[in-house]
């Protein structure tokens, strides 16, 4: 079965600092990955995604994230955090075709991530 | 384009009784998941609907069932409410159902039961 693994359940970086948020999956397959952002109260919002190709994805917001199978990760990383970037971060491994996993995502713990000004 | 609509954004209920979430999807998207957000569980994957079929169900009671019409909207329905249901209930909405699609979630729905 697939699973995710979000190490850190809280990270309070300064305004403008650089920041990575971990995210080890567990698939037995070519994992399609996803992070998103949640703000309280809200939906999940997509940042980007990973299936197939370059391991460097660029998503929105100015958020990048790097696939690594060697290790099993997808972190999500921003070189410059602004105050507007508080918020609760998941990340998730969709299962394609066949088995009891087909058309669900995985969710990880989520981060939350404190900007201090 | 409009987003996923999910009625009503806030519920309170009363343990025993029953309860109907509805999820209208992005225009043209046929695939509709819902997921169960607690503080404790986390994000749970409850079932995802294709062409009016349940196409994949988790790990819930089956007080937990759904259902979708023709025109892509979805229903949750929860039955003999619990304490422990309460949650944020999450719709998202896929072009087509499987791992390589994008899903787009809608605000949800805070159940609280009382």
């Known amino acids: 079965a697939q699973s995710v693994t979000q190490p850190d359940i809280h990270i309070t970086v300064s305004e403008g600092a650089s920041l990575e948020l971990r995210c080890n999956y567990s698939y037995g397959a070519t994992p399609y990955l996803f992070w998103y952002v949640q703000s309280p109260g809200q939906g999940l919002q997509l940042l980007l995604k990973?299936?197939?190709?370059?391991?460097l994805v660029q998503g929105i917001k100015g958020f990048e994230a790097e696939f690594k199978r060697s290790q099993s990760s997808f972190n999500l990383r921003k070189p410059s955090v602004h105050w507007s970037d508080a918020a609760e971060y998941f990340c998730a491994v969709g299962a394609d075709a066949g088995g009891t996993s087909y058309g669900k995502l995985t969710f990880g713990q989520g981060t939350i991530l404190t900007v201090h000004p | 384009k409009a987003g996923v609509t999910q009625t009503p954004r806030y519920l309170i209920k009363t343990r025993g009784q029953q309860v109907t979430l509805s999820c209208s999807p992005i225009?043209?998207?046929?695939?509709v998941s819902w997921y169960q957000q607690t503080p404790g569980q986390g994000l749970q994957f409850l079932f995802e609907y294709f062409s009016e079929t349940q196409r994949n169900k988790g790990n819930f009671p089956g007080r937990f069932s759904g259902r979708q019409f023709s025109n892509s909207r979805s229903e949750m329905n929860v039955s003999t409410l619990e304490l422990g249901d309460s949650a944020l209930y999450l719709c998202?909405?896929?072009?087509?159902?499987?791992?390589?699609?994008?899903?787009?979630f809608g605000q949800g729905t805070r159940l609280t039961v009382v």
């Open positions: 225009s043209g998207h046929r695939s």
């Open positions: 990973y299936f197939s190709g370059d391991t």
């Open positions: 998202a909405s896929s072009l087509k159902p499987g791992g390589n699609t994008e899903a787009f």
